[in-house]
């Protein structure tokens, strides 16, 4: 267990350094655009003569080191590196009086050019400058809760103005209202409730109505408060109103909103009730999903009660495409609900409402500063494979990731963001994407395309010397004529075709070249293999580091490997070369050798069954019987000895058998296996057990002291 776990911190040590250490790892090579293509770090060697004869054309590609450790010369490597280039960097502005539009981010264009994998980075500056103009949008949900809202509202416009003046110079007012599709069952459809919609006693009462957009931004108060006076309650059915409907137009219709192309786009939605969602038009029967246009007729939305209304995810999208801030200025009781979907809104705030609206100046300050004390940097859609990731270079900045922010941040104060843009492949054309602050219209663009092709400025000449006269250069490679291939465009095709000259590189029709090498010219160039042996051979068939070892060793150290076979010295043999070539090891003293009982293989007794090695002279575990049974046996076998006649009980050998029943046919194999018995075990025959001279003579009974005598 304890082996495990340090092999696996082990592993995971050399995990985490070769994630620091420039490795080029090599797939399918063929040109040194693929080798740029297959990692960052991966070089190319354009140097004529790099490669062996015979040798891939994919050993020009690795790291820098290992190239200039093979002798490449450093301005013959090949390695594009990354380029930034700033096309456009106007000066930030520092007020927002200024003749053009006022700058707040810097750079406003780059061109980059990236290797893939190589990461670049650079850095954003942002100031908001004093006095930017602010557009705000008032959307007010007219159904009948809100009527003393309505109320509050008209009384407070004055205060709207004023407040917003103490912002900037340039602030203008627009108003909308809205309440929700007047189809069953958001609204009641009798055609009187169509018309009055409120109750009965309420004398102002306006029809009702989906979106309506009443006062295009205007810097003129009078104009403002006149047309919210003449704002009148209606009403619906349901609770949840058509509030996101009256967003995306409002966002959508710029025109006629009247937001102004530099300037801070406020949308504040004051309401008490939730809102409808994507696939509520269902329950009207209205199929159609919302398509995120404008549809304004005459001040009102015309697609009410064709289009379903949008999803929240459609609302944050086109808020943030149009830059407009939305603060959600709630009844108490809506709070948390306007909190959630302020929470996929990137740049939205939340205030709470009296009762009346009577707040709603100071809630807007307090929203409006939370806006833009945090400024958020973040881009649109990137290319398929393409990373951006901001670093905040402000103190407290948050952390790095997909979006930079910076909280606190006070007007006229210019925050940065290192911005790191990682193209991971290799793309097609160049892509562009926009990187800015949230509710900023100012913004980067940011022209990508990635390096992936060698400049390798190859000499002209068509018939190049180096190439036989047959081809030109290639990044170091010979780019045969037609007609001819080779590594130096040596070997005419000639009368044979293509596939005939494939087919002489498959050895019974196998793969071309057995897969350790390229077929080229109908010969196979067989690969070099990761510890630098190589595979040979007329189709690569051969190798010299895969023989059979012995003791660790190829060959046993004795021979030679060739084509996956050990050649041995002359004094040794065996498939791994393990054997001396001797008998020495298995001749007794007296010169027998394996005392006849077995053979010697590999200088060694290999000996019949039993019998002990180095010489088989000893076999303890036959010897047992000829002491235990040994005068059974002599009876059984040979029907001699003192138990000739009964040895079953004696010796509990098979109870009933007794010595003259061995002429019993059925006995007569039994005799003979146990005659070769003990000839081969305990003696030649019974004589000498039953002598007791030859007891003392025979080898076997030499070695027997210590052993138990019956
Ligand atoms: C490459 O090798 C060929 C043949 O050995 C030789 O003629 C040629 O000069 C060499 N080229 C260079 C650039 O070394
Ligand atoms: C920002 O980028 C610059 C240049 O690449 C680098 O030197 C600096 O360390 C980066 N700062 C941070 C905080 O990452
Ligand atoms: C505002 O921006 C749009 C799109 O960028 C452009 O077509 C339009 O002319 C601009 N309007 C003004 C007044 O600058
Ligand atoms: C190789 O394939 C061809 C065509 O399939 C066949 O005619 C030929 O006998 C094959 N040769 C061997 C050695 O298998
Ligand atoms: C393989 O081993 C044989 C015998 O030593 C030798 O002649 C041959 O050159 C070797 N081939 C390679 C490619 O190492
Ligand atoms: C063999 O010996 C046993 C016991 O010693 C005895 O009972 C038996 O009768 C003997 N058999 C013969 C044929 O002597």
Same mark, same amino acid.
């Given at each position: 267990m304890y082996k495990c776990v340090s092999l696996l911190l082990l592993l995971m040590g050399r995990g985490v350094l070769s994630q620091e250490v420039e490795v080029c790892s090599k797939t399918v090579i063929n040109s040194c655009s693929d080798c740029i293509r297959s990692g960052a770090y991966c070089t190319w060697c354009k140097q004529l003569n790099f490669t062996k004869p015979g040798e891939q054309e994919a050993a020009r590609c690795d790291t820098r080191a290992q190239l200039e450790e093979r002798g490449c010369m450093g301005n013959d490597i090949i390695s594009p590196m990354n380029t930034l280039t700033v096309t456009k960097n106007t000066a930030l502005s520092t007020n927002a009086?200024?003749?053009?539009?006022?700058?707040?981010?810097?750079?406003?264009?780059?061109?980059?050019?990236?290797? &893939?994998?190589?990461?670049?980075?650079?850095?954003l500056d942002f100031r908001r400058v004093e006095g930017y103009p602010v557009d705000l949008y008032y959307l007010m949900d007219l159904s009948y809760s809100m009527e003393d809202d $309505?109320?509050?509202?008209?009384?407070?416009?004055?205060?709207?103005?004023?407040?917003?003046?103490?912002?900037?110079?340039?602030?203008?007012?627009?108003?909308?209202?809205?309440?929700?599709?007047?189809?069953?069952p958001f609204t009641n459809t009798n055609p009187e409730k169509l018309k009055k &919609?409120?109750?009965?006693?309420? $004398?102002?009462?306006?029809?009702?109505?989906?979106?309506?957009?009443?006062?295009?931004?205007?810097?003129?108060?009078?104009?403002f408060n006149r047309e919210v006076d003449k704002q009148r309650i209606s009403g619906n059915l349901d609770s949840p109103e058509g509030t996101l409907d009256a967003i995306m137009q409002a966002a959508v219709c710029g025109d006629r909103i009247g937001w102004r192309n530099s300037s801070t786009r406020l949308i504040v939605l004051t309401t008490d009730d939730g809102f409808h969602m994507a696939g509520d038009g269902k329950l009207a029967g209205i199929l159609e999903p919302n398509d995120e246009r404008c549809y304004m007729d005459k001040q009102l939305y015309t697609k009410s009660n064709d289009m379903d209304y949008p999803s929240v995810g459609q609302v944050a999208s086109q808020l943030e495409k149009n830059n407009i801030q939305p603060i959600f200025a709630v009844t108490k009781n809506m709070e948390n609900v306007y909190r959630e979907l302020s929470r996929m809104i990137p740049k939205s705030e939340v205030g709470v409402l009296s009762e009346d609206s009577k707040n709603v100046v100071e809630l807007i300050q307090a929203a409006y500063n939370r806006l833009s004390s945090k400024v958020t940097v973040t881009h649109d859609a990137l290319p398929d494979n393409v990373r951006v990731t901001y670093t905040p270079l402000c103190p407290g900045g948050g952390p790095a990731g997909d979006k930079g922010v910076c909280d606190n941040v006070i007007v006229g104060e210019m925050v940065s963001f290192n911005v790191t843009v990682t193209a991971d492949e290799c793309i097609d054309r160049e892509r562009s994407f926009l990187i800015g602050p949230l509710g900023i219209k100012d913004k980067l663009k940011v022209s990508l395309s990635t390096r992936c092709e060698?400049?390798?400025?190859?000499?002209?000449?068509? %018939?190049?010397?180096?190439?036989?006269?047959?081809?030109?250069?290639?990044?170091?490679?010979?780019?045969?004529?037609?007609?001819?291939?080779?590594?130096?465009?040596?070997?005419?095709?000639?009368?044979?075709?293509?596939?005939?000259?494939?087919?002489?590189?498959?050895?019974? %029709?196998?793969?071309?070249?057995?897969?350790?090498?390229?077929?080229?010219?109908?010969?196979?160039?067989?690969?070099?293999?990761?510890?630098?042996?190589?595979?040979?051979?007329?189709?690569?068939?051969?190798?010299?580091?895969?023989?059979?070892?012995?003791? %660790?060793?190829?060959?046993?150290?004795?021979?030679?490997?060739?084509?996956?076979?050990?050649?041995?010295?002359?004094?040794?043999?065996?498939?791994?070369?393990?054997?001396?070539?001797?008998?020495?090891?298995?001749?007794?003293?007296?010169?027998?050798?394996?005392?006849?009982?077995?053979?010697?293989?590999?200088?060694?007794?290999?000996?019949?069954?039993?019998?002990?090695? &180095?010489?088989?002279l000893t076999c303890p575990a036959c010897q047992t019987p000829c002491i235990t049974k040994g005068k059974c046996i002599e009876c059984l076998g040979f029907q001699t000895g003192p138990f000739s006649k009964n040895c079953s009980q004696t010796f509990g050998w098979r109870g009933q058998l007794l010595c003259p029943d061995t002429k019993d046919p059925r006995m007569s194999g039994v005799a003979k296996h146990l005659r070769h018995h003990w000839r081969l075990h305990c003696g030649r025959g019974p004589d000498r057990l039953t002598d007791p001279a030859h007891h003392q003579s025979h080898p076997l009974h030499e070695r027997r002291e210590g052993v138990p005598q019956v």
């Open positions: 009086f200024v003749k053009d539009e006022p700058i707040q981010l810097r750079p406003q264009e780059v061109n980059l050019k990236l290797r &893939p994998g190589l990461p670049r980075t650079f850095k $309505l109320r509050s509202i008209k009384t407070l416009g004055n205060e709207l103005f004023k407040a917003l003046q103490g912002i900037t110079k340039q602030g203008r007012i627009g108003f909308g209202s809205f309440v929700d599709k007047t189809v069953l &919609p409120c109750e009965e006693k309420e $004398l102002f009462c306006q029809p009702a109505f989906g979106y309506r957009h009443v006062l295009s931004m205007t810097e003129n108060k009078a104009d060698c400049e390798c400025d190859d000499p002209k000449e068509e %018939n190049h010397k180096d190439c036989d006269r047959k081809g030109k250069v290639n990044c170091g490679m010979c780019s045969c004529n037609a007609g001819f291939v080779g590594q130096k465009c040596e070997c005419a095709i000639g009368e044979k075709d293509e596939s005939s000259l494939r087919a002489a590189c498959r050895k019974d %029709n196998g793969t071309e070249c057995e897969g350790r090498g390229d077929c080229v010219c109908g010969i196979c160039q067989c690969y070099v293999q990761q510890g630098g042996s190589t595979y040979y051979g007329t189709h690569c068939e051969c190798e010299n580091e895969s023989c059979e070892k012995f003791q %660790n060793k190829l060959c046993g150290g004795n021979g030679k490997c060739r084509c996956k076979i050990c050649e041995c010295n002359p004094e040794y043999e065996g498939t791994a070369c393990q054997c001396k070539k001797s008998d020495e090891q298995c001749r007794t003293p007296s010169g027998s050798v394996c005392s006849g009982r077995g053979t010697c293989q590999c200088n060694q007794c290999k000996c019949i069954e039993g019998y002990q090695r &180095p010489y088989c």
